[in-house]
């Protein structure tokens, strides 16, 4: 099976009505909310990635979801596991790189775990308070559909680090090993946007941008037309000078940790100024129309494709 497959095979296991296991957090009675991710570093870390940078990853993971539900992260919870011989020097590195992401934050430590195992593995749970529920099921026919940030660029970093795939521009390789190393979502900007209240459905990017186009398709029981590259003009042109085709480098990468929406069309002003405000890049990327699936402008399927583990 793979991991959505034993995903499934969970929730008809345990779920339970009033706490779907179909969204990004879990949302609680009393406006709290929480979430839980696992990073393991033998596939969640790839070469070159320092301690510190792996550490302050293990907390990203969660702040992009939460944030993207717009939840402000209060307490944390970590469990580590680590394996025998490891540096000590590379444990106060990892441990450096999430006493960042605590610090700039706000976020208060209240307990954990600490265990042996052989590989390296860390769970970041976190707890937050939320004033408004956005699920990924609410996007409306009508609405448009926004990401934050330039996608693409995971892509080609991660095919560089893993595949051995060149990149001829410096400039690209710059940037994309950047995303790769140091994702960096918005998280003011996400929790301001979802207390607007104009946002009807949202979802974390990291299992790439096609997979959750299909999940808040699927969810919300309507069509998504990609019609514009969620990228900006350098990007896409850098990306175009490699022989790369810069769509399918944003669609079927992954681990971009920004946030995807859809927001009523009459607000979209709105969001662009807060956008501004926070020193933010949204780009409108699709529309939300009656049928199913994820289509692009010229009748060609989106396929639901993403970061899964297969075991």
Known sequence: ??????????????????YPLTDDVAYLSNKWAYKVDMLVKSTDVPEGM????????SVVAVLSDLSTKGVTAKFMMLSFAFPEGINNEYIIEILKGIKEMTNKYKITLIGGDVNKANDLIIDCIIIGKYKRKVLRSGARVGDKVYVVGDFGLTTIGLDYLINKKEINNEKLKFFALKAVYEPDPQVNFN??????????????????????????????????????????EEIKKLISLEGR?????????GEEYQMVFTVNPKKESFL??????????????GTVVKGKGVYLSNGDKVEKKGWVFTF
């Open 1 to 18: 099976m793979n991991e959505l497959e034993i995903i499934e095979k969970i929730r008809s296991t345990f779920e339970v009505k009033d």
């Open 272 to 285: 662009q100024r807060l956008a501004k405000k926070h020193n933010v890049k949204i780009y409108n990327i």
């Open 50 to 57: 320092s301690g510190y940078q792996l550490g302050r990853k």
């Open 191 to 232: 929790i301001d946007a979802i207390n607007s209240g104009y946002i009807t459905a949202s979802m974390d990017s990291s299992d790439g941008l096609a997979y959750t186009l299909n999940e808040i398709a699927e969810q919300s029981k309507v069509k998504i037309i990609v019609n514009n590259y969620p990228m900006s």
């Open 245 to 253: 085709d810069p769509l399918k480098d944003a669609l079927y990468g």
